[in-house]
């Protein structure tokens, strides 16, 4: 797996190149960040431009490794919280990333 700052250089390419005229919102720091783990891509709603989307189970699985590395009592429970609150529950204007919660298909 690459590294968290080559991870966001590649994101910032992949964005760069499809939309060089757009500033797309990321979540996390510039030099890289856990949420660069759960980058899915571009999404986009009418009258809006192109909006980054994040995978909500990958963020949380990169968010579960960085509290694991802090001795946290309870990494998944201290990572889903930090989300929900820090991440899913802020609004940073019209070009805040979108979420997704991946659907599990039933064996039918």
């Known amino acids: 797996m690459p590294s968290k700052t080559a991870l ?3 994101i910032d390419a992949f964005c ?3 939309w060089p005229d757009e500033e797309i919102l990321l979540f996390g720091y510039a030099e890289g960040d856990p ?3 759960g ?3 571009i999404g986009f709603q009418q009258y809006r431009g192109p909006v980054a989307v994040y995978d909500r ?4 699985e990169a968010l579960v490794e960085e509290f694991t590395e802090t001795e946290s009592s309870d990494p998944y429970t201290d990572a889903v ?3 929900e ?3 899913a ?4 204007g019209e070009q805040t990333p979108i979420i997704v919660t991946g659907f599990q298909s039933p064996n039918l």
């Open 8 to 10: 966001r250089k590649a």
């Open 16 to 18: 760069d190149e499809g």
């Open 35 to 37: 949420y660069d783990a």
């Open 39 to 41: 980058f899915l891509g």
């Open 57 to 60: 189970d990958r963020c949380i």
């Open 81 to 83: 919280e930090w989300f």
């Open 85 to 87: 609150f820090n991440t």
């Open 89 to 92: 529950g802020a609004w940073t």
